[in-house]
């Protein structure tokens, strides 16, 4: 039994016209009315399916393929909002992979022991309200709901308002409901795969974040009649606290990984020394003692710069998610089962966040990743060849029927 | 004799009123209405002090005390625009201390052998026509002057047309005019005279300037996906250049300043790693060879780190301002002067461009510091102490009194 690869690459790009940008990429925005078209397209290819369509108070929507015996399922997921101009893989691989290991059981006709069942989960790209990954972090009780749905959107929205407007303010409670097991498979969207030529990625785990804004204040002056050593330059203290922190990141090495992505001067002239700075600092690495190590680094060279620089230095944390690891025995049977299929395949860490995470505290819980070409994602150049899809696909399909059964 | 401190400040505060800011400070750009005003301001002290105003083309006003012999007049000048939020003291010090120095002498009845002039430069400041000290430039013949009255400013405006709305259109021919020397009384925009404690700055010549605009491009990726050693960061790469920008101008030491004042990154978010990076870069020497010496070494790190990133880096010259140096009899003049009259003295460059520059090539020329209190100009807070500027305007009187004799 394998998967038919072109019943998954023709709901791909079906579901890639609801929110389709000219050129090419897609922009379906969680709640809205191109989210609601795509929502209602997978709604009723679950209901082709056969399968039991739930959809709770936050607009997760779960469809199930009941079992012969009584017991949680094993959820296959992921998420179908996607970034302003996003492609058409991220997440949407996930949920419709699952679809497919559905319609390959229902055409060779096989009951599972255990329920199987597939769900799309709100907001996991928190573009339009924070936090990222809502719906699972709430479905798997990290989060309040109450809370959730009062969320005030970047665009005046109201969250529980625009639910009921799209038409999925489900009646089923969100919190904490609990599954056998779960499973993400998903896009790398990063380069590694594709640069070793691999085809399955073994996630092992979701690297740790640690985001911080550092503001600094000096004092603006001339440039040309400030002489160096007078100089409280809020500029070039943010630019070398960036190159420390790529300096850190190199140090540390494994898989420790540091970006000052943005930053902005005041007043940001060629012949003004800059009086007010601000950077970002993204930090990440899969070990909590290393992320926390390489924190107090940064910490401990921000105090030093001020000093010498006579500067002002504030540092806000943004965000701080700790490691996430995945579950070592179904890690074992992703990768044993991708071997037996002749794929080629690689441990890895996650650098970016999944809805798999807020599973991961409470069932057994892994991720598959294929590769991204040229490691690009949240754009609408995102692609993976159809025949990493399809390996993917079919290591998805042999894992869930060895746990059905299991 | 001595100058008369209340009337000058005076003056000066009078003058501060044409382009008041609500809150201190004015706004007096080139040729607009509240130049007009400061304008018909000065020619009316001009022609009250029994002066001989002419008005060349480009709206450079001289005013003229005639002497006892025909010869060249001394000429003592500078400037009365301003950039948007100006001070009080920036140009207009050195226009208004020269009516002063014709003061003390019309009171004191006194006739000199030398006709002695005062003037100011149409938009030296540069905020709404380029290049800045137009004027002056042009007036010494290294600008043509059909070109500067066809300049078009950043708001849409004609040059031309401008200085004939105001009524500064001269008919008296601009280029090339000749003055047996030329005197500038200035704010030091700096903070090293007040460091110093230090009341006269005696103003060897004024730093080369080198202006360029270094443009990276790099490719964008994950901040969390993406290894160190597979980015292309061309943030990274900016800042990098920012940092080592600052520690050339440290081991160079001397006069050598350096500064990265702006910076654009794309897209400038916190989890994206930057695929594009501008930053503007200022470096300036009073010597000629060390200012070319660290322009190279710039390059040569940029072609290095080119390549070690693999990022695209263009580069483009924005502004080369050779060195000046002022005359050093001239120099001597007026650092035998303050120190005759009990000030306390130093020889320093100057960093920013001033009027002064445009005469150097074709008379004897010096220019006189007083401090700024905390370095700060072109700011509605600049500001200078009332017995700096009656030691500034006194140093001048003693010098153009020998000058004009001698």
Known sequence: ????????TGRLQQLAQCGALDGGGVSRIALSEADK??????VSWMRELGLEVSIDQLGNVIATRAGTVHAQ??????????????????????VLAGLEVIACLNDAGIETERAIAVGFFTNEEG????????????????????????????????????????????????????????????????????????????????????????DISGVSNHAGTTPMHLRRDAGYVAMAIATFVRELA???????????GSIELKPNLINVIANSASISVDLRNTDQQLLHCAEQQLAAYIKKIAASEKVQINCKELVRFAPVDFDPQLLNLVEQTALAQGHSVLRMPSGAGHDAQSFAPNCPTAMIFVPSVAGISHNITEHTETADIEAGANVLLRVVLQLASG
């Open 37 to 42: 078209q795509g929502r209602d397209l997978v």
């Open 127 to 214: 573009v339009r309200y924070t936090p990222d990954m809502m719906g699972s972090m709430t479905h798997q009780g990290h989060l309040d709901i109450q809370q959730m749905l009062d969320t005030i959107g970047f665009d005046g929205s109201h969250l529980g308002q625009q639910l009921e407007q799209i038409g999925y303010a489900g009646q089923l409670e969100c919190g904490s409901q609990r599954v056998h097991s779960f499973l993400e498979l998903h896009i790398e969207q990063g380069p590694v795969l594709e640069q070793q030529g691999i085809t399955i990625g073994v996630v092992e785990g979701v690297q740790g974040i640690s985001w911080s804004q550092i």
């Open 73 to 94: 399922p094993i959820l296959i997921g992921s998420h179908i909002d996607t970034v302003a101009t996003g492609g058409n893989y991220d997440g949407n691989l996930g």
């Open 250 to 260: 190199l140090k540390m090495g494994g898989d420790q990984v540091a970006t000052v």
């Open 1 to 8: 039994m394998e998967i038919d690869i072109e019943r998954l």
